[in-house]
């Protein structure tokens, strides 16, 4: 699509940028040189704010985050290292909840948790990713506001405990 010009009342115009005229790259977070990363999560998801505030969080606790394409079609490949896997419910690909079910259905990846976000109005994509396998699923506020402690939680640096609201 590119990049499109947009209507304005005068002056510079506007423009809106589709991401989809961007290549398509490996987005990763990196930690910083000589520290020792902690953990692998694996990230599925397309909203650029959210991966930022992903891998951002995750840089702080040197969690490393590895994308994973819903889209591609091939088959998801089980990363031994991988501590857990974040997943938009929303993905445009309109295949995360296949996504869950192929991944709880290995017996490689199958007891590798997965947390889903997705906005709370949407009870039935809720319900249908609980049913499909999704270990936690959260509404996007509430995923925004635990980051930290759900990345801390995701790749073992603390435990789970129930004074902790995880699935809502």
């Known amino acids: 699509m590119g990049i499109l010009p947009v209507n304005h009342t005068g002056g510079t115009p506007v423009l809106r940028c589709s991401l989809d005229c961007l290549p ?22 397309e909203d650029l704010v959210f991966l930022s505030k992903i ?14 394409d819903l889209s591609g079609g091939s088959p998801i490949k089980a990363d031994e290292q991988a501590r857990a ?10 295949s995360p909840l296949e996504f869950v079910r192929r991944w709880k259905s290995d017996a490689a990846t199958k007891d590798i948790p997965i947390l889903g976000f997705v906005s709370h109005v949407q009870t039935d994509l809720i ?24 990345l801390e939680r995701l790749a073992g640096l603390r435990p789970f405990d129930t004074a902790t609201p995880a699935s809502g």
């Open 24 to 45: 398509s790259m490996p987005v990763r977070s990196e930690v910083g040189a000589g520290d020792t990363v902690v953990a692998i999560i694996l990230t599925c998801v």
């Open 85 to 94: 896997v974040i997943l938009d419910l929303n993905h445009r690909s309109n």
């Open 127 to 150: 319900t249908a990713a609980r049913e499909a396998g999704c270990d936690i699923v959260l509404a996007r506020s509430a995923f925004t506001q635990q980051l930290p402690q759900l």
């Open 55 to 68: 891998e951002q969080t995750a840089r702080l606790l040197n969690v490393a985050v590895r994308r994973v």
